[in-house]
């Protein structure tokens, strides 16, 4: 049975790429050993990084190891998944990309690699997501920069006030259900009633294992922001939980990130799943 993956961009920085490329990956996913599950996150940070001339000759040997080595299947967007599994529809269809669109990812993934030209064209595709990304990222960063400022303001006003003793577990009973229906409200699209999907979510959320999920992460994020007032608020909170989420059926995750995303993964998975360094994952390949 086949090792399942979804990659993170930090194991493309710099040399590790180089490691990577070198390592025995390629032979693995051809004898079906390794799985890899590509996710949006991942194809838009490479993308992202393609509005950068003085990139994009290193870019391409990117994107051309991600169409090689990516012998499982595509994720949909979060808001798809979102959408389909509440409406009810099975995980395979709401879950993964249809082998034709998934052809056609493919496809346009080549025409950026080789450079056609009509990449300016193809370019002028991305940006719009590159935006919205950022726009998404900036409003979530100032949420839980709120948090954390109300956390110090109270601390500062009753400077003898104990730490927090609330558990995340305690903190998610307490936040769930307020959050997964301003969720469904504002963020979901759908032709169902907004109420009514709240309705049947809130009475068995695990019949919406990945909606539910993705409350959870959220929720995470909250709570680190608020208490862990050290560490730095990352601006790809929000990719690095949609990545986590995906893999919720992998076996696990290849990441050189040990900060937030780290934790966050413990958080949602404890021991049932694997969390990768890159040095990790190449003495499992060797």
Request: hydrophobic residues 35%; glycine residues 4%; aromatic residues 12%.
């Given at each position: 049975?086949?090792?399942?993956?979804?990659?993170?961009?930090?194991?493309?920085?710099?040399?590790?790429?180089?490691r990577?490329?070198?390592?025995?990956?390629?032979k693995?996913?051809?004898?079906?050993?390794?799985?890899?599950?590509?996710?949006?996150?991942?194809?838009?940070?490479?993308?992202?990084?393609w509005?950068?001339?003085e990139?994009?000759?290193?870019?391409?040997?990117?994107?051309?190891?991600?169409?090689?080595?990516?012998?499982?299947?595509?994720?949909?967007?979060?808001?798809?998944?979102?959408?389909?599994?509440?409406?009810?529809?099975?995980?395979?269809?709401?879950?993964?990309?249809?082998?034709t669109?998934?052809?056609?990812?493919?496809?346009?993934?080549?025409?950026?690699?080789?450079?056609?030209?009509?990449?300016?064209?193809?370019?002028?595709?991305?940006?719009?997501?590159?935006a919205?990304?950022?726009?998404?990222a900036?409003?979530?960063?100032?949420?839980?920069?709120?948090?954390?400022?109300?956390?110090?303001?109270?601390?500062?006003?009753?400077?003898?006030?104990?730490?927090?003793?609330?558990?995340?577990?305690?903190?998610?009973?307490?936040?769930?259900?307020?959050?997964?229906?301003?969720?469904?409200?504002?963020?979901?699209?759908?032709?169902?009633?907004?109420?009514?999907?709240?309705?049947?979510?809130?009475?068995?959320?695990?019949?919406?294992?990945?909606?539910?999920?993705?409350?959870?992460?959220?929720?995470?994020?909250?709570?680190?922001?608020?208490?862990?007032?050290?560490?730095?608020?990352?601006?790809?909170?929000?990719?690095?939980?949609?990545?986590?989420?995906?893999?919720?059926?992998?076996?696990?995750?290849?990441?050189?990130?040990?900060?937030?995303?780290?934790?966050?993964?413990?958080?949602?998975?404890?021991?049932?799943?694997?969390?990768?360094?890159l040095?990790?994952?190449?003495?499992?390949?060797?």
């Amino acid at each position: 049975m086949s090792f399942r993956i979804t990659l993170d961009r930090s194991v493309f920085h710099g040399e590790n790429f180089n490691r990577l490329a070198s390592s025995s990956l390629e032979k693995a996913c051809r004898s079906r050993k390794i799985a890899i599950y590509h996710t949006p996150i991942l194809i838009e940070e490479t993308l992202n990084l393609w509005l950068k001339p003085e990139k994009r000759d290193g870019l391409k040997e990117h994107l051309c190891f991600l169409i090689t080595i990516g012998n499982g299947r595509i994720f949909k967007d979060r808001g798809e998944i979102w959408s389909g599994e509440l409406e009810g529809k099975s995980e395979r269809e709401y879950l993964f990309l249809s082998k034709t669109d998934q052809e056609n990812k493919i496809t346009f993934l080549n025409r950026f690699a080789k450079k056609e030209e009509n990449v300016e064209d193809l370019v002028k595709e991305v940006l719009p997501i590159k935006a919205n990304n950022r726009e998404k990222a900036s409003n979530l960063r100032k949420i839980f920069v709120g948090k954390r400022n109300e956390t110090a303001q109270s601390r500062k006003l009753s400077p003898n006030l104990p730490k927090s003793s609330l558990s995340f577990e305690s903190y998610y009973d307490l936040n769930c259900d307020a959050l997964g229906a301003g969720v469904i409200r504002s963020h979901v699209k759908t032709n169902r009633s907004p109420e009514e999907l709240i309705q049947k979510w809130t009475r068995d959320k695990s019949r919406y294992p990945y909606f539910t999920l993705w409350i959870k992460a959220f929720l995470y994020a909250n709570f680190y922001a608020r208490y862990n007032s050290n560490d730095p608020i990352d601006w790809n909170t929000q990719m690095d939980i949609s990545l986590i989420v995906m893999a919720k059926n992998l076996d696990a995750v290849i990441s050189n990130d040990l900060a937030f995303m780290k934790s966050a993964f413990d958080a949602l998975y404890g021991t049932g799943k694997e969390y990768l360094t890159l040095e990790d994952f190449l003495k499992r390949l060797s």
